[in-house]
């Protein structure tokens, strides 16, 4: 992977990783350290063929370390960010604009919900994701914002 596709990669994604690398290296709340095993024993069982164990430079963000061949993502950061999901889900949602192109990728929830829909109508979207979210964004930010405004209300 080259540089520069990483740096753009890794602009767009700063939501998703500085909550990843928060919760993994800073944070260390029970319950979401505890999903976080769960989700990473999924990936390295390897069920998707996509799981990388060495981090090879070509398809990792940091390369050496375990990763997700599938969006280069590293598993550790990954599992420990509450509002990403298995990236089988990248496959649908491309799929989904395939079929439908006026669909909002960003609105994952009604991507979900439209991934599903077609299903029940027998369209192929591709396997399904092994994990999804502990919260959406929404949810994530109101949660921060109160831990932030606990940490400064007056005495
Ligand atoms: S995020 Fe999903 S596709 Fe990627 S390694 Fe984990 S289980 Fe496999």
Known sequence: MEWKQKLQEAWENRGKIANGFWNAYVMHKPEIDAEAARRKAICESNVCGLYDPIGKPETSMIPGQPACSRCSCNIHAKVHCTYCYCALLDNQLLRLKELQPDTNTADIPACQE?????????????????????????????????????QFKSK
């Open 114 to 150: 439209a991934i599903q829909k077609l299903q029940s109508e027998g369209v192929s979207m591709g396997p399904d994701p092994l994990w999804t979210v502990m919260f959406t964004k929404e949810q994530d930010d109101i949660l921060n914002a109160k831990r932030y405004e606990e």
